[in-house]
């Protein structure tokens, strides 16, 4: 075990700043009691800024439902990572979108956040692709297709519990990167472009 700590600690001293950042911020959470020990006194005898300390002790410890909805206000406020606009509160929503290629059909189920013009957007455009492009593929996009449009009539039914349980997941994933921000807009607004990006 001695052995095993004394590994991590040369490999953390090897890390360069950034990637010392993003574990603390990031992984915290994942990392036993005795190793998150060794990221603090990394973190020190850097000289790096205490808000990573903050950002590690967040993760650690229980968090109150006000903390969820303060984060969760704070992402709302952001500019739509879509359309740049700041007129309505950010959304969470699911992009579900089937497409065919004869042989292969790729199935998307993924959550965005952006202005509710923007969502609807998406969504309307996901679906009217997986009716054009999704049927066709044998047979997953025979099955896939129909499954895929019903999720999305059914999602439009619980717009609201949808859209809490994404922005929910979101800051309490990233809670140690959100106190980090410490309401900083720009930082907070990179979580979010992040968080789109694959869509
Ligand atoms: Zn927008």
């Known amino acids: 075990m001695a052995i095993d700590l004394d590994r991590i600690r040369s490999r953390y001293e090897s890390f360069d700043d950034y990637k010392i950042e993003h574990l603390a911020l990031n992984e915290a959470k994942n990392l036993r009691p005795e190793v998150v020990e060794i990221l603090k006194s990394e973190i020190s005898k850097r000289g790096m800024s205490s808000v990573l300390l903050e950002g590690i002790n967040i993760q650690l410890r229980k968090i109150t439902q006000a903390e969820v909805d303060r984060?969760?206000?704070?992402?709302?406020?952001?500019?739509c990572p879509r359309c740049g606009l700041?007129?309505?509160p950010l959304t969470g929503g699911m992009i579900r979108r089937v497409t065919s290629y004869i042989l292969f059909t790729s199935t998307l189920n993924r959550p965005v956040i952006l202005c509710e013009n923007c969502l609807n957007k998406k969504r309307t455009d996901a679906a009217f692709s997986t009716l054009l492009f999704g049927w066709w593929g044998f047979p997953m996009g025979l099955i896939n297709t129909p499954i895929s449009l019903i999720r999305s009539l059914r999602d439009r039914n619980r717009t609201t519990q949808l859209d809490q349980e994404i922005l929910t997941a979101l800051v309490v994933q990233n809670r140690g990167v959100i106190i980090?921000?410490?309401?900083?807009?720009?930082k907070l607004q990179h979580l979010i472009d992040?968080?789109?990006?694959?869509i």
């Open 194 to 198: 992040s968080f789109n990006r694959s």
């Open 180 to 186: 980090a921000a410490n309401d900083n807009p720009n």
């Open 86 to 88: 700041q007129h309505q």
């Open 71 to 79: 984060w969760i206000s704070a992402i709302r406020r952001l500019k």
